[in-house]
């Protein structure tokens, strides 16, 4: 359970534990700073990105709504399975039948963005039915989960993970949703055991999500996920990578960032932002006028 108010109560047999800057040192500035680029880990030569899985909803089955935990769109956090009768389709596959890349457009900065809901890979509901099947209507596809990989995901990647280690309590700092970036929990790093994760975390009864890293204690791979993205970074061996990659029920993808144009200009400061400053300025203008004052006195 958590230890304070700041600090949110954890699945049964997670625990919070000491400062996370300690234990993330040993991964380097560079990768902490910028996860998505291609400075690794320390440690680390390979890496491959997991696409977090989506499903629709075949012709046949009853246009029936979805279940609560699965009728956000996008969907966040770690949740339970599409319904029955739904099948999935991966992104290669929705890229292939909507004739686009399995890449995403350029963000301000010119640097093509992380794999999230503005790839046209994704499969939406006001296009499933003429990529999938005629006819198709609303709640027609159950989107990736944002933020955190979901339970198919997570069950297809613990087993992996699991014989790539001989380590069986993970390290994790920090969780993916963007409120927990503001508060205690930041700063704050947890430990759980792999071998429970995936029951602990349903056995809540709330919406969980997987860490945003995570690692066990011979440090033999790091998961990363972003609160913003629909797929998730494994570091990893060789040999780890290769067994990612030949899973029937993980996505993966070797992705890297390109550069696709120059930085956008910066904006004009807004009239409302021009005004701070000019108070800012003359509230700074009459500290030093009194610091001169007092100097000569």
């Known amino acids: 359970m958590g230890e304070s108010e700041d600090l949110r109560a954890l699945p049964e ?61 996008p969907g966040f956090g770690f949740g339970a399975h599409a319904p029955a009768g739904w099948q999935r389709i991966t992104w290669a596959e929705t890229a292939s039948l909507k004739a686009v890349p399995v890449r995403g457009p ?48 997570l069950e297809a990647l613990v087993p992996i993970l699991a014989a790539h280690t001989v380590s069986t309590r993970m390290l994790g700092g920090r969780f993916a949703p963007i409120t927990s970036l503001v508060n205690a929990e930041a700063t704050r790093f947890f430990t759980f055991e792999l071998a429970t994760m995936l029951p602990s975390m349903l056995a809540t009864g709330v919406q ?42 993980i996505e993966t993808l070797d992705w890297h960032r390109a550069r696709l144009g120059p930085p956008a200009p910066p904006r004009p400061p807004s009239r409302l932002e021009l005004r701070i400053q000019a108070l800012l300025a003359k509230k700074e203008a009459e500290r030093q006028q009194l610091n001169d004052g007092n100097g000569q006195g």
């Open 106 to 153: 350029a963000g301000g900065d010119g640097l093509e963005i992380p794999p999230c809901y503005r790839w046209e890979a994704l499969l939406n509901d006001r296009d499933a039915g003429h990529v999938v099947h005629p006819g198709a209507q609303r709640d027609s596809s159950v989107w990736p989960t944002e933020g955190s990989l979901g339970k198919a995901d």
């Open 13 to 73: 047999g997670w625990a919070w534990d000491g400062l996370a800057g300690p234990e993330l040192a040993w991964m380097g500035d560079g990768f902490l700073k910028d996860p998505v680029g291609d400075t690794l880990p320390n440690g680390f030569t390979n890496s491959a990105w997991i696409l977090h899985a989506q499903f629709f909803r075949p012709a046949n089955e009853p246009a029936e709504p979805k279940p609560d935990d699965l009728d956000s769109m």
């Open 208 to 249: 969980e999500f997987s860490p945003e890293l995570w690692w066990p204690e011979d440090r033999a791979w790091v998961v990363w996920t972003d609160y913003d993205l629909m797929g998730t970074r494994v570091f990893g061996s060789t040999d780890l990578i290769v067994a990612l990659k030949e899973s029937h029920d």
